[in-house]
């Protein structure tokens, strides 16, 4: 769905049209984004999603890791060290929970 909206809506290569930035670093990639803002209060209520996505991380936390894995780590682009430990949220592991 993410990818229907970022190419459709703004013209960009979707589909057959877009290019494999990994085997062809010449062509443009005209790649296209679709950034949406959802209001969860439209859906349900706050403490409730807040509790939905709180059992699922546990669960996916809890879930059998890879041979040699551990944890599941947070992925370091997802904010910068200083932003990360000033909102408290810890990152013990770099290593991956699953393979690319």
Do not use: Q, Y
């Amino acid at each position: 769905m993410i990818g229907l909206l970022a190419g459709s809506l703004n013209g960009a290569a979707m589909g057959s049209e877009t290019v494999d930035f990994n085997a062809d670093d010449t062509t443009a990639t005209n790649t296209g984004h679709a950034i949406v803002a959802i209001s969860i209060a439209a859906f349900s209520a706050i403490d409730d999603f807040k509790r939905r996505v709180d059992k699922l991380v546990r669960e996916i936390r809890r879930s059998k890791r890879m041979p040699g894995v551990d944890r599941c780590g947070c992925r370091e682009s997802r904010a910068a060290p200083s932003s990360r430990s000033a909102r408290g949220w810890a990152c013990p592991s770099r290593r991956p929970c699953a393979r690319a």
